[in-house]
């Protein structure tokens, strides 16, 4: 079984940390992150839509609801686990 909170919080934490890892990236190296964000869409360049300078309180933002949907999907995400558990078994 998960813990629910427990889950969620470490999901949470992975999320906004790789955020501001690939923020920061972005900010050192920004030809290097446009080739690996474009990779990541097998060289299609998405990186064009991406705003050419963000502001603090758009950073703030995104980092806000990244950490309040990573928080609610692991909470689901580990409730729904326990649930199957429960349903199909130790096996499952």
């Given at each position: 079984?998960?813990?629910?909170?427990?889950?969620?919080?470490?999901?949470?934490?992975?999320?906004?940390?790789?955020?501001?890892?690939?923020?920061?990236?972005?900010?050192?190296?920004?030809?290097?992150?446009?080739?690996?964000?474009?990779?990541?869409?097998?060289?299609a360049?998405?990186?064009?839509?991406?705003?050419?300078?963000?502001?603090?309180?758009?950073?703030?933002?995104?980092?806000?609801?990244?950490?309040?949907?990573?928080?609610?999907?692991?909470?689901?995400?580990?409730?729904?686990?326990?649930?199957?558990?429960?349903?199909?078994?130790?096996?499952?």
């Amino acid at each position: 079984m998960l813990h629910r909170v427990a889950f969620a919080t470490s999901l949470t934490i992975l999320s906004a940390g790789l955020y501001l890892l690939f923020y920061i990236f972005a900010v050192i190296a920004p030809q290097a992150f446009r080739f690996v964000f474009n990779a990541q869409f097998l060289g299609a360049d998405v990186a064009s839509l991406l705003p050419r300078q963000l502001s603090y309180g758009g950073f703030l933002g995104t980092l806000i609801a990244l950490a309040v949907s990573a928080w609610l999907i692991g909470y689901v995400w580990a409730w729904l686990y326990n649930w199957l558990r429960t349903v199909f078994g130790p096996s499952f």
